[in-house]
């Protein structure tokens, strides 16, 4: 057993014996880089000293550590190294196995100990390290990654201690833009401590890899670190801020180009500057970065905009695997690649470590097929009348081969058949998309012809109007839910019930009960966030959000839907009107029906996590979204499969560490324009003007909190947003574009929208009273005088 061995002994490759910080410096060591001389206590050491602990709980094991005598044997190996390094001042940092790794930097989680002096008080400081482990911060820490105490021990560096003129941190990326052709210095006076505790203002520059300023700001120096004689450090103040030499700036871009070329990916370094050289102290990986930057063209820009909308937040690796290539969007992208557009909607969302790690929207290009397309579309639009579309003989097997996955008893079935039927589920799809392809262009044809006509007549404004009195079934929820409020409006007792948002709560209204439970069969297969993914839970499985819309219907009375028919006088106007609703209808309906085998596909995902749960191999039913489909078919007896235990754990650590990086810059899909005296600016969508309390609704559990009049303010919306437009006094959305599901309905019920300002959830506070110009597709806040809508 190796208690103490030099820092040049080890590589990444010692995570168990070194820990993630000694791991990495001894892979620089020995890969030429500059970096203090030092020595390593490693885990084995942590481990002889614990067992001579007997702990209840976390505290009180800190407590033993830090005071626990050190073995005989251990204490002459650490002194002994110490005295190698010629019994000088050392700085002593904790390295832990589980810090200083992809996904869990862990920074500032264990101790250091800086101008450690003298056998004793090393000694103490090494104690101290190992009793750090077990911090409440650490702990906690730890806790959200899912990593469990078993599974972490803790080594110790001591190295040199460098006396640094000054010191800091470099990015070997952007961190905030995530431009990998940039580094990142901060810098103060004296140890690096002072700035990456917190201490002060560093001075802050933008590097090129050739060591060129793009940007500099000064720092405050309101603290400067330096070490004591004798031990210990001391804070000073006063001191000037000076810029950084041209050649120590050169430098650290330098070292960091190849300390991240080394490690392959992006690094957070602690560097420190003595008598004009530059020491490596620390090497990790970047954690929470940012994509890199695009450069989108305009299609790239329309297509990111429709994405952004029906994409809200990162897929898992079984919707990766199943509702994404199988759902929505793989049906558009069979419909284009059809008609000879290649690439639509295809590899999109690229993976890193089996995570999704960023949204490139797709340029589409052309086939020699689509030379035929105006042909095929004329062609089809002959064949398949849309008004029709439901006696289609592939329809009606759909809907019994929905029936029939529907009625199966998955808790009895056995293991390898219900490992099959999400398989099942996602080829009861494909028909759906053939009708698609089969019936859109008439659809098409028929929109397109009626605008034609009100073009001629001079009244074009009044399409969206027009076609908002199609019958789908979209309409008839949303009738079903103000038959649900109504009845939440006559009876106060209920109302009250319904404001509690607990579906146990109706008991006492059976009548209520039965309707909120037909309602629930009829619709619960609707999503709650997104059709584009399987793991959001539907109506049927989270009834308090359909309870949610309920109580906002029943806030007020209804709002009337606008209708134009009445402006047709013509015949032939009219006669081409039904068939552009009827194109309509079934736009909506082959989406309703489309979504059907989604809850069906998730339960069986959620039944075989239970059975995984019950195996050992997770540790709760959701965990299998972290696990892909083909992972899941392979395996044979759950009872053997504990190896996607740790597939979990490390896709589990990844998502975590990207959990606050958006999929895609929303500025680089929707560029920012200049809006002069605007909170936020965006695509013109619905026109009208209104002036109301902004409400930010970032998920479906916040809906009830839209009150009558506000401004509904989101990230994105589905059709299942569409009762609370009836509330809304306007609308303003991150994402989406004239076309989306918001501004569609922002149309019918005439209020102004406003799309794709990509920052207006975080740059308009929750509250503040705005007005919203639909026209123009400015948001600015409210002269006191202007009256809310």
Partial sequence: MDLVRPLRAFTRADLATAGGKAANLGDLVNAGFSVPDGFVITTDAYTLVARSTNPDNPAELRTELEAVPVPDELRQAITTAYRDLAGGPVAVRSSATAEDLPGAAFAGQQDTYLNVVGEAALLDAVRRCWGSLWTDRAIAYRDKRGIPPEDVRIAVVVQRMVDAESAGVVFTANPVTGDRQQLVVDASSGLGEAVVSGLVTPDHYVLTPEGQVHEWSPGRREVVIRSKAGGGVTEQTGAVAERLPDEVLAELAR????????????????????????????????????????????????????????????????????????????????????????????????????????????????????????????????????????????????????????????????????????????????????????????????????????????????????????????????????????????????????????????????????????????????????????????????????????????????????????????????????????????????????????????????????????????????????????????ISDPSRAERLRGLVAARSARREELAGVRLIDPSSVFPREDGADALVSGTPASGGRATGPARIIREPAEFPRLGSGDVLVCRYTNPSWTPLFQRAAAVVVDSGGPASHAAVVAREYGIPAVMGTATGTSEITDGMVITVDGGTGRVVPAHPEEPAA
């Fill in 255 to 634: 070292l960091g180009t190849e300390v991240a070329a080394h490690f392959g990916r992006p690094q957070d370094i602690e560097w420190a500057c003595a008598a004009g050289r530059v020491l490596l102290l620390q090497a990790r990986p970047m954690t929470a970065l940012p994509p890199p930057p695009l450069e989108l063209n305009r299609v790239q820009r329309k297509l990111g905009s429709i994405l952004l909308e029906y994409i809200p937040h990162r897929p898992y690796p079984i919707d990766m695997s199943t509702w994404v290539p199988r759902g929505p969007v793989g049906l558009m992208a069979r419909v284009t690649s059809a008609y000879g557009l290649r690439g639509a909607f295809e590899n999109f969302l690229p993976e890193v470590d089996g995570v999704v790690d960023r949204m490139i929207p797709p340029s589409p290009r052309p086939s020699l097929r689509m030379l035929a397309t105006p042909f095929e579309l004329l062609s089809r639009a002959c064949r398949y009348d849309p008004a029709r579309w439901t006696a289609d003989p592939r329809f009606i097997r759909f809907r019994a081969d929905i029936r029939e996955l529907a009625a199966l008893d998955l808790a009895a079935m056995p293991w390898s058949e219900l490992v099959r039927v999400p398989g099942r589920a996602l080829d009861a799809v494909d028909p759906v998309a053939d009708l698609r392809i089969d019936y859109l262009p008439a659809t098409g044809l028929s929109l397109l012809r009626l605008l034609i006509a009100l073009k001629v007549i001079g009244r074009s404004e009044l399409m969206g109007d027009l076609i908002a009195g199609a019958h789908t079934r979209t309409s008839d929820a949303n009738r079903a839910l103000e038959s649900l409020a109504a009845q939440v409006r006559a009876d106060p007792q209920l109302k009250a019930a319904v404001d509690g948002l607990d579906p146990a709560g109706l008991a006492d209204f059976p009548e209520f009960q039965a309707d909120f439970a037909a309602f629930l069969a009829e619709y619960g297969h609707r999503e709650t966030e997104t059709p584009v993914l399987v793991t959001p839970p539907t109506w049927g499985e989270s009834p308090a959000t359909v309870l949610g819309l309920v109580k906002v219907l029943a806030a007020g009375e209804p709002n009337p839907v606008r209708r134009a028919d009445r402006e047709l006088r013509s015949p032939l106007l009219r006669r081409w009107l039904r068939r552009a609703r009827d194109g309509v209808a079934f736009r909506e309906d082959s989406h309703f029906y489309f979504t059907m085998p989604q809850p069906i596909l998730r339960r069986s995902l959620l039944e075989i996590g239970r059975r995984l749960v019950g195996a050992g191999v997770l540790d709760e039913p959701e965990q299998v979204f972290h696990l892909r489909l083909e992972e899941l078919e392979a």
